[in-house]
């Protein structure tokens, strides 16, 4: 007679639960424009991923007579969408926005999400893109850590962004809110985390403290990939670039890297699973516009579950 009672607690767990996340932190390259049937593709993409929040960057406006692209993505998906009319920056989901939230220098933009069993908060941000750190390391092998770091300092405004939008974070009391927060977009630079000692050897025997993924993680922000893939070396994680691979006029291969992230703040949410999206490549012989994933970014898919509560409601 105590399976009644056994079941009660399991299904009192998957309600208190609910549905787990699967977030898409994508930049979709000028709004998958330089592709045939390129806002189409990125439907595809999205419908194929199971994803339920997209965290999109690049959602610009389409050809014909559609809107941007995320906000017309939301539409066919039957979905909800948050884009500013200043901003290439979209939150489209299948849950309820009941809030949301802006930053002045447009780099990031926020929305409260309720989902079944689950209020949240998510954030999607574009850094700056100039002074590509990998490119100027590829091009200066002797470069030495000081000018190597110039390239988020000095050379491109990737810190003092970072800086800001932690800084925005609490003012919205973001930070020390109850809800879980989500902070997911291209950062247009590699992490502190895929440049320590275990990675010495590609990277000319140096480690760098690269200063926005330190930021995050000093603001008490996991990044969700490294956490369930703690190795750099086994599972490198690669979102830059799916479509450039080589040099045009070289064809020497480019140096890739892990430039698209989803930092998470939160004690009841955990990242279960994580993968870059799509796994497998396309040839690279295949021209840009006949080519199935629309965008240079590759996407990056997290599963994020909530843990049951400790002491299961009673009957």
Not at 80 to 103: G, N, R
Not at 297 to 304: I, K, S
Request: charged fraction near 20%.
């Amino acid at each position: 007679m105590r399976a009644i009672p056994v079941i009660l607690c399991m299904l009192a767990t998957v309600i208190c639960r609910g549905e787990d996340l699967r977030v898409l932190s994508w930049n979709v390259q000028e709004g998958a424009n330089n592709f045939e049937n390129g806002p189409e593709k990125a439907l595809k993409v999205i419908k194929d991923s199971g994803a339920n929040l997209v965290l999109m960057q690049e959602s610009d406006d389409i050809a014909g007579d559609r809107t941007m692209l995320g906000p017309w993505l939301a539409s066919q998906l039957g979905w909800q969408a948050h884009q500013p009319p200043d901003a290439s920056l979209c939150i489209l989901t299948k849950f309820e926005i009941v809030a949301t939230f802006s930053h002045p220098a447009r780099t990031a933009i926020g929305a409260r999400i309720k989902a079944p069993g689950l209020d949240f908060i998510a954030w999607s941000c574009w850094l700056d893109y100039r002074s590509y750190l990998p490119d100027y390391w590829h091009a200066k092998p002797d470069a030495t850590p000081a000018e190597l770091l110039a390239c988020e300092t000095i050379h491109s405004a990737r810190a003092m962004q970072t800086d800001a939008i932690i800084t925005r974070l609490k003012q919205l009391r973001h930070l020390d809110g109850p809800l879980p927060l989500l902070v997911g977009g291209d950062w247009n630079c590699p992490s502190h985390l895929d440049y320590g000692a275990e990675t010495q050897s590609l990277h000319h025997t140096l480690t760098l403290p690269l200063p926005s993924s330190l930021a995050f993680e000093h603001a008490g922000f996991m990044d969700t990939f490294r956490a369930v893939h703690p190795s750099a070396l086994k599972t490198p994680g690669i979102t830059w670039s799916p479509l450039y691979r080589t040099a045009p006029k070289t064809h020497k291969p480019l140096p890739m890297d892990r430039i698209d992230r989803l930092y998470l703040r939160a004690t009841a949410l955990k990242p279960v699973s994580t993968m870059t999206y799509p796994q497998q490549l396309e040839s690279a012989g295949i021209r840009r516009a006949k080519r199935q994933f629309p965008s240079d970014h590759a996407a990056v898919l997290t599963v994020l579950r909530q843990d049951p509560p400790e002491h299961p409601p009673g009957r």
